[in-house]
């Protein structure tokens, strides 16, 4: 009797939990999803702490160098035809730390400033670098002149290393390195420049035998150990630091996106970005796994390359995507073993076309502000969407979308002064709150800037949110949508431009008074291209061969204005701002602007009045953006 009295309690219970997963599935179709990447993140969570609670504390480092005991003859770096394993790296940073202490004095707690493209050079100085408890910043290979300098001073760094090929850019600000004192290194066998020394000699002689963990006893779980830059909201690039500590959140994003240490990754995106650098090769690191490094990013070598070396993870970011979908079809499109793509940016029409072309690839796109502690992820792979509303990542991290005043550019506030939450279905700005857990670190050497990305007082009194400058968008079934930037930049070939840091530029120039700078878009062409209305001073003539000089000398490639407008005076809001949301509307249409309009030529090296003609080659594609 008392076993039939169990199986009926064992019967009901087990109906009972059959129907309510029946319930679930039907009225949260996600559960599942949910439910697992819920676990996911307590599991990275528990990680996390682990490595806190350590005594040292665990960093990436001592992750790379358990994976040279674990796995000494893996390959880490694949590259062209090199083939570079864990052992190899481990061997060759150490050699680096060893010349560097050497010849570059440095001192545990320095920053090192790093110049230079994709190559496995990157990687080992890096590791050199914190194998000395040092810090690496990581230079956008396009700057130039003022915005280089700007760049390499808001990281303190006192030493350069440079790549072979930018010798020349390092050479113009020379003089103005040598008087604060830098040491300049040049990635070359020999160097005649004064004031420059060379550095491949040195790290070959040294020995690889391991330092002593003594070199790099004072680091702490919050030193620095990478400096990146973004264009934020204002002004020339800022540096964003990040601890040893910081570090693991996105070294942890491949992991959530299901990357296992089988896999093999292709990293065709720039490492002195934190994409290509913290995501792909910091979380490779964390891995455990093989790493394809390309120079620059290639439609054309893409699926062969993945191919050759049995690629089994891409990394992608939105223009990459549509580059892929945009190149001539093959019938080998769908040989290939890639099961994952990861990355940011990608559009729902390029994603759709994606996956008919190029097969079963699952996308895992995420939305990260890398200069704030906030990161979603589509886990779900639903096309177009960055993320999904997630109860207890709700809890966990609070944010909100906004109701925005784009004419302001600012918040709507209540009478009270608190902002208001947009409902379902309608787009607003996203903000994160500010917390222990989610700290904001704000700017390197720049108080100002940093406040400006605080918003106080949103839903009550004294409360701060990280502001991301982001427009999204939240449908009925809780996916997140990116919808646009707001405020003062925007993104163009895959780079951040600050709309502010152009019209500084522009406005260097003597016969320019003002200058309005905004991006407009392009069809076929992913983010926005720049533009600027400008004003000239009374009397004076747009000169179109000194602009594109001037532009040239300041600005890096993607962010030069490709329109120019001239206006009698710049319309100003009430407050003082630039008005640019009417400008953007009207784009670079000749037949709609009525004032003079300039194109930059890169053939002519020369701004030319923008014709109809060129306009509609530029539309159907024929003149190369
Ligand atoms: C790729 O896989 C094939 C078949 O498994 C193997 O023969 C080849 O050596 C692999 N190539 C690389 C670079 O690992
Ligand atoms: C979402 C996110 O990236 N959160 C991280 C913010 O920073 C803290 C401390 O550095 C991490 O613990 C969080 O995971």
């Not at 600050?498 to 062409?525: K, R």
């Not at 709609?592 to 080659?617: A, H, M, N, R, V």
Request: net charge neutral; charged share 25%; hydrophobic share 40%.
């Amino acid at each position: 009797m008392a076993e039939m009295a169990v199986m009926q309690i064992f019967f009901t219970f087990f109906a009972g939990m059959g129907i309510l997963i029946a319930i679930l599935y039907v009225k949260v179709p996600y559960f599942v999803h949910d439910f697992r990447y819920v676990c996911k993140m307590l599991a990275i969570k528990s990680q996390r702490m682990g490595y806190r609670n350590r005594e040292p504390f665990y960093t990436l480092l001592d992750r790379f160098l358990d994976l040279v005991k674990s796995q000494p003859g893996k390959p880490f770096i694949l590259f062209e035809d090199e083939v570079y394993t864990y052992q190899d790296m481990d061997k060759q940073s150490t050699k680096v730390a060893r010349a560097l202490k050497e010849c570059g004095r440095l001192e545990e707690g320095d920053t090192v400033a790093l110049f230079l493209g994709n190559e496995p050079c990157f990687v080992w100085l890096w590791l050199g670098l914190v194998k000395l408890g040092c810090a690496a910043a990581m230079l956008n290979i396009h700057l130039r002149s003022r915005s280089l300098l700007h760049c390499f001073n808001c990281s303190g760094a006192k030493v350069l290393i440079a790549a072979a090929e930018l010798q020349g850019a390092v050479e113009e600000v020379l003089p103005v390195l040598q008087e604060q004192g830098v040491r300049v290194f040049i990635l070359s066998e020999a160097c005649d420049t004064p004031g420059m020394e060379s550095l491949l000699g040195r790290i070959r002689e040294a020995s690889d035998q391991p330092l002593s963990p003594q070199v790099r006893s004072k680091v702490t779980i919050n030193s620095p150990v990478f400096y990146f830059y973004t264009s934020g909201t204002t002004g020339l690039p800022k540096a964003t630091v990040s601890s040893h500590n910081r570090a693991w959140g996105p070294a942890l994003l491949l992991s959530i996106a299901g990357v296992t240490s089988q896999d093999v990754i292709y990293i065709p995106l720039p490492l002195y970005h934190s994409a290509g650098f913290q995501v792909g090769l910091t979380g490779a690191i964390e891995r455990g796994i093989t790493v394809v490094l390309r120079r620059k990013f290639s439609a054309s070598k893409f699926w062969d390359d993945c191919r050759k070396y049995n690629v089994t993870v891409i990394q992608y970011i939105g223009e990459t995507m549509r580059y892929l979908c945009n190149a001539p079809k093959s019938d080998d499109d769908k040989h290939h073993v890639v099961r994952r793509a990861i990355g940011n940016g990608i559009r729902a029409d390029v994603w759709t076309t994606f996956l008919e072309r190029f097969g079963n690839v699952n996308i895992k796109e995420f939305y990260a502000a890398s200069d704030g502690n906030f990161s979603l992820m589509n886990y779900v792979g639903k096309v177009g969407a960055v993320g999904r509303v997630n109860f207890i990542h709700k809890r966990t991290f609070p944010y909100a979308l906004l109701k925005y005043d784009m004419e302001r550019e600012d918040p709507v506030r209540t009478s009270e002064g608190l902002c208001i939450e947009v409902p379902k279905g309608e787009t607003g700005l996203l903000v994160s709150m500010i917390t222990d857990i989610a700290p904001f670190a704000g700017y390197s050497g720049n108080p100002e800037q940093t406040e400006r990305k605080r918003l106080r007082d949103v839903f009550e009194r004294g409360d701060v949110y990280f502001n991301s400058g982001d427009l999204l968008r939240i449908d009925m079934d809780g996916f997140i949508y990116f919808q646009d930037r707001v405020g003062d930049t925007f993104r163009w070939k895959g780079e951040n431009v600050a709309t502010t840091e152009v019209s500084d530029i522009l406005t260097m120039m003597d016969s320019i008074q003002d200058a309005n700078v905004y991006g407009v878009t392009v069809p076929g062409h992913e983010g926005r291209i720049g533009m600027a209305a400008v004003m000239l001073r009374d009397g004076a003539q747009f000169d179109c061969t000194e602009a594109f000089v001037h532009t040239a000398n300041y600005l890096p490639s993607y962010a030069r204005p490709r329109f120019i407008r001239i206006q009698k005076t710049l319309e100003l809001t009430g407050t003082f701002k630039q008005i640019k949301a009417k400008l953007v509307e009207e784009g670079f249409d000749p037949a709609k602007i009525q004032e003079p309009l300039f194109f930059l030529d890169e053939g002519q090296k020369s701004y030319i009045p923008l014709t109809q003609d060129i306009y509609k080659s530029i539309l159907s594609g024929s003149v190369k953006l």
